[in-house]
């Protein structure tokens, strides 16, 4: 390959340094290539000696063979991943650069080329290209040229920055060299914010900002919260933080992992791209329920909904409900507030506390069936609440029964089992669902904290029902859970208190980190998500950052969606020029066939001007269901314009090229609640924007 000849450039050194680049690539892809070759055949070799002497082999050569294979393959899925990796940076080699002098040395220029990983020269040992979040690429992100410094495991390093360069690859083959103060000092950030929206979200590790970038690295102790327009980047920059984390922290994690918690299945897979292309594929991925099921799997079944088809149910978004039914969804969304605020969060902890002086009530007991030896409840009371009081609630009957059997030397199998059932029989439950249902008619607590229960009085289990009773249970049954050595939580602004409280009990050590927009909220929490966050995890440090650019959509569109919530034009920041959103009449009475070519005209516009993607964004499930089918929508096909249709709740996060907001007049959207969802519906397209007005 002669990248002189496609090469529009001037520098003849760069061209020798793409080239060597690209044969230490080259190199390492044949390198690896034959190590994970031979690692295979060993793979299958072990196998077929497994299986032919598998009657004359002993145990313990049985367990070593088994071992030894479980190692490599464990190798050989390594080289596969390493494998994937080069032949990406086949493509992209570096993409950024910068020359630099230390101050002790004067004279002696430095030159960094950074990529999504480290590149090492395969004869030499030297490295080629750095990881974008080794310490030293710090001073491309945010340093201008000048004296500057970065931070290393040896101290601070002070640096005269001399020039700053960005990279253009086409297919492994260097075209263009642009030299420049800042990433966003010219075209580069806004080509990379214009380009068209993929299925996946976009890595902006080659377009960070200096304000993304101190977010990435600074510190990760305690709790963080970013909150920002929609577009800022938000959850963009939480994923390169956990890529930089995973990366400079391995050696802390241990056994513990990095976990993201998504408020959607649709979110998850959206971001599943944004790590492995980072270079990280290590973290475990939540949804809200995973998290509650993972506590809650021991007790058996607990019948919950996903908040987001409770939300449908209760009559959200506009949902038209039959009279039969109105004053159902209204109780049950009225009651879904109650328990989604702090007031009913303070309620549960208060319960828990309850329990925790009043679950036992001792009376005496005959130690054996036989009725040889007796407990006065004094004793048994002692035990319960102050000797043992380090155990966990549910386990202390277990050891009161140890205890006396072995005061009073009870062997007997049956007497032992005795002894338990009766002091279980003393308890005012013993699962976690028990303990919570029996809250809402324990007058004795009712009394004792002075609230009224009966609003909440519960037609079927909610999430926010689930959520308490997992609360119960972590601090009832302590039960074992994997450590977690970093938590992100996206879409924080929707989180309810309930949760929260749950999130700093399951995680009690964590650092974590919260990720959200007031102006998005579309379940109902209202006010600063992150003094809510501060109130209910009050751990030290507790930082927060503000992003105040949307990066994502037009001045047009942003200049709308501002107008969507009362503010004047300009006062959320973009930086880029567009099309005027463009309203468009449903027609009155509209059937499916008028329904139809309404959908496929806003599809035909927006492919005439070079749109990959369009989104018809709906209120609720159910009207994203029927444009689907009078559509004739039946998946996307490689090439064509991909088309989604989803309820807003479901489109939060995501981006695409144009966005249809179908029945935008909707007097829904003129509530206090409805102005955030059309605000979130609105800022998900990045060039072009639709009003459907109307209605069917």
């Known amino acids: 390959m002669n990248y002189k000849d496609d090469f529009r450039g001037t520098d ?22 034959a190590a994970s070759g031979k690692r295979r055949s060993q793979i299958l070799e072990q196998r077929k000696y497994f299986s032919d002497y598998f009657s004359e082999l002993k145990d313990d050569e049985k367990l070593d063979l088994l071992s030894n294979e479980a190692l490599d393959t464990r190798d050989y899925l390594g080289s596969m991943t390493h494998l994937k990796k080069l032949r990406r940076q086949q493509q992209e080699p570096y993409f950024a650069g910068f020359d630099y002098e230390y101050d002790d040395e004067p004279g002696e220029n430095n030159r960094v080329y950074i990529s999504l990983e480290t590149l090492r020269d395969p004869e030499t040992d030297e490295i080629i290209t750095f990881d974008w979040r080794a310490p030293v690429c710090s001073l491309y992100y945010e340093s201008e040229p000048g004296k500057a410094s970065f931070e290393t495991p040896a101290g601070k390093q002070n640096v005269d920055l001399k020039e700053k360069r960005r990279y253009r690859f086409e297919k492994g083959k260097l075209v263009r060299v642009s030299r420049i103060s800042m990433p966003s000092d010219d075209e580069i950030l806004s080509e990379a914010l214009s380009r068209n929206a993929g299925e996946h979200m976009r890595i902006i590790v080659e377009s960070l900002q200096k304000e993304q970038h101190k977010i990435v690295r600074d510190h990760i102790e305690g709790v963080t919260v970013i909150s920002g327009c929609a577009g800022s980047g938000k959850t963009s920059v939480a994923l390169h933080k956990a890529a930089y984390i995973l990366y400079g922290f391995r050696n802390r994690m241990k056994d513990e992992e990095l976990a993201i918690i998504s408020p959607n299945d649709y979110f998850s897979e959206y971001i599943s791209t944004v790590l492995p292309d ?22 058996g079944e607990v019948d919950f909904m996903s908040r987001l088809d409770e939300a449908e149910t209760a009559g959200e978004f506009g949902l038209e409900s039959s009279a039969e039914n109105n004053s159902v969804a209204e109780a049950m969304s009225i009651c879904r507030r109650l328990k989604s605020s702090e007031t009913f969060s303070k309620l549960v902890t208060s319960y828990i506390e309850y329990l925790k002086a009043h679950i036992f009530v001792p009376e005496d007991i005959e130690l054996t069936e036989e009725r040889e030896g007796r407990v ?6 002692d035990m319960f609440y102050s000797v043992f009081a380090d155990e966990p609630l549910f386990k202390r009957n277990v050891r009161i029964r140890d205890e006396l059997c ?12 005795h002894v338990l059932n009766t002091l279980d029989s003393m308890m005012l439950g013993l699962s976690a669902p028990e303990l919570y249902r029996r809250m809402y008619t324990d007058e004795a607590f009712g009394r004792e904290c002075g609230i009224d229960l009966t609003p909440l009085t519960f037609f079927r289990d909610m999430f926010e029902d ?6 119960i249970h972590i601090v009832a049954a302590d039960p074992e859970l994997k450590g977690v050595f970093y938590l992100i939580c996206d879409e924080a602004q929707d989180l309810s208190c309930i949760f929260l409280e749950l999130l700093r009990k399951r995680f009690p050590g964590t650092n974590m980190l ?6 998005q909220a579309v379940f109902g929490n209202t006010g600063d998500f992150a003094a809510r966050i501060r109130s209910i995890i ?18 047009q569109i942003v200049d709308y969606s501002a107008k969507v919530l009362g503010r004047e034009p300009g006062m959320i920041r973009s930086v880029r020029e567009g099309k005027e959103p463009e309203h468009i009449r449903i027609p009155e009475n509209a059937g499916e066939a008028e329904l139809k070519a309404l959908v496929d005209g806003v599809c035909e516009q927006a492919a005439s001007e070079g749109m990959e993607s369009v989104a018809f964004i709906t209120m609720t499930r159910a009207q994203a269901d029927m444009l689907r089918r009078v559509s004739g929508f039946t998946g996307n096909a490689p090439g064509t314009l991909r088309r989604y249709f989803l309820p807003v709740y479901l489109a939060k996060g995501l981006e695409f090229d144009a966005v249809a907001v179908f029945g935008a007049d909707n007097p829904y959207f003129c509530s206090e609640e409805g102005k955030l969802a059309l605000y979130t519906a609105c800022t998900r397209a990045l060039h072009l924007l639709f009003l459907l007005d109307g209605s069917v």
């Open 12 to 33: 003849p050194g760069e061209l020798e340094y793409a080239e060597r680049t690209r044969k230490a690539i080259d190199a390492c892809i044949g390198a690896e290539i």
């Open 376 to 381: 006065g409840a004094a004793v048994l009371s």
């Open 406 to 417: 072995r005061r009073y030397s009870i062997q007997k199998e049956a007497n032992k089992e």
């Open 278 to 299: 980072l270079g990280e594929d290590n973290i475990r991925p939540y949804l809200q329920e995973d998290l509650l099921k993972e506590i809650l799997d021991d007790i």
């Open 538 to 555: 009050p751990r030290r440090p507790f930082k927060r950052y503000v992003l105040d650019t949307n990066y994502r959509s037009t001045t």
């Open 466 to 471: 689930a959520c308490a009773v997992a609360l």
């Open 514 to 519: 919260f990720v959200g927009d007031s102006d």
